[in-house]
């Protein structure tokens, strides 16, 4: 069964403080993982996107990294701000041709000053 | 370029009526997906229209049904609404169809069904 994992399912961190957040994933055939930033009472936005042959990209402080053949991706934080609070959602998709997407619950996380 | 844009942003409804929600994609975009999004469940995918076709479906009753315009303009409708209905009703818009190409999403619309 194809499912999206991610943990943990929340996290408190200190302002300054890097945090990593972690998908594992058992969709397959893979085509692609995106991570998505949503703020509380708006939609997601795209952070990243991956496809199978890259293993790591940047989007400012926001770095994904992407491991195929374990099946696993991260989403790493440096220097975390207040405005990073919000929920993160690991999102993959499949090659049947229907182009499946499967959504992880996503990550709340909280910075506190 | 405008964003993705959903009307309303919130709507209260009652056991048994029905809903109709709109979403408008970003200029140029043909495909439209909806998804409901709840506390519990996260984010499910309800179906994707491209160039006024259904192209992909979620696992949703037949309640919920959708439709998409020449402009790609798409709504989506609920029919006689329950409890468990209440929740974050999200579409979001892409050049192409499918999973291959960057989406963008709307704020959502929050249904609340009493």
């Known amino acids: 069964k194809n499912q999206v994992e991610q943990s943990p399912q929340s996290l408190i961190i200190l302002e300054g403080k890097n945090c990593t957040l972690q998908?594992?994933?058992?969709?397959?055939?893979?085509?692609?993982l995106r991570w998505y930033k949503q703020d509380t009472g708006r939609g997601p936005v795209s952070l990243t996107i991956m496809t199978f042959s890259e293993n790591t990209k940047s989007n400012g402080r926001y770095t994904a990294t992407l491991d195929a053949d374990t099946k696993q991706s991260s989403l790493h934080i440096t220097a975390s701000q207040l405005s990073d609070s919000a929920s993160y959602i690991c999102?993959?998709?499949?090659?049947?041709?229907?182009?499946?997407?499967?959504f992880g619950t996503g990550t709340r996380l909280t910075v506190i000053p | 370029k405008a964003g993705v844009t959903q009307t309303p942003r919130y709507l209260i409804k009652t056991r048994g009526q029905q809903v109709t929600l709109s979403c408008s994609p970003i200029?140029?975009?043909?495909?439209v997906s909806w998804y409901q999004q709840t506390p519990g469940q996260g984010l499910q995918f309800l179906f994707e229209y491209f160039s006024e076709t259904q192209r992909n479906k979620g696992n949703f009753p037949g309640r919920f049904s959708g439709r998409q315009f020449s402009n790609s303009r798409s709504e989506m409708n609920v029919s006689t609404l329950e409890l468990g209905d209440s929740a974050l009703y999200l579409c979001?818009?892409?050049?192409?169809?499918?999973?291959?190409?960057?989406?963008?999403f709307g704020p959502g619309t929050r249904l609340t069904v009493t």
């Open positions: 200029s140029g975009h043909r495909s």
């Open positions: 998908c594992n994933y058992t969709v397959s055939p893979f085509s692609n």
């Open positions: 979001a818009s892409s050049l192409f169809v499918g999973g291959e190409d960057e989406q963008y």
């Open positions: 999102v993959v998709t499949d090659l049947t041709g229907a182009n499946n997407l499967f």
